[in-house]
Nanobody
Framework: QVQLVESGGGLVQAGGSLRLSCAAS????????MAWFRQGPGKEREFVAA????????YYADSVKGRFTISRDSAKNTVYLQMNSLKPEDTAVYYCAARYSQLPSNAASGGQYDYWGQGTQVTVSS
């Protein structure tokens, strides 16, 4: 079992940057594929980005491609989401998710992940 704790959210102006972190407790972090999802006000949860167990493969939602970067540091048991050129529509609660297996072909499906963090709020002002 793994516990996930997100941090790094906050209030930023449009065009600014934030870096989210997700710290995983427990062992065998390298055996988990990781992902970020978000849920904006009045919206359903949506996929943002995913990364394979060894970090060699990454996937992004079209809405964030070219602006967001997902990465992981196995020595620190942490996955990151670097968010640049933020837009007001990026405002959401961002959740970290973990899957005890390789990244699935449908990495964008929340049902594929076994563990979730509590979320961190990101607010982008115009």
């Amino acid at each position: 079992q793994v516990q996930l704790v997100e941090s790094g959210g906050g209030l930023v102006q449009a065009g600014g940057s934030l870096r989210l972190s997700c710290a995983a407790s427990g062992r065998l972090f390298s055996l988990y594929a990781m992902a970020w999802f978000r849920q904006g006000p009045g919206k359903e949860r949506e996929f943002v980005a995913a990364i394979s167990r060894n970090g060699s493969s990454t996937y992004y939602a079209d809405s964030v491609k070219g602006r967001f970067t997902i990465s992981r540091d196995s020595a620190k048991n942490t996955v990151y989401l670097q968010m640049n050129s933020l837009k007001p529509e990026d405002t959401a609660v961002y959740y970290c998710a973990a899957r005890y297996s390789q990244l699935p072909s449908n990495a964008a499906s929340g049902g594929q992940y076994d563990y979730w963090g509590q979320g961190t709020q990101v607010t982008v002002s115009s």
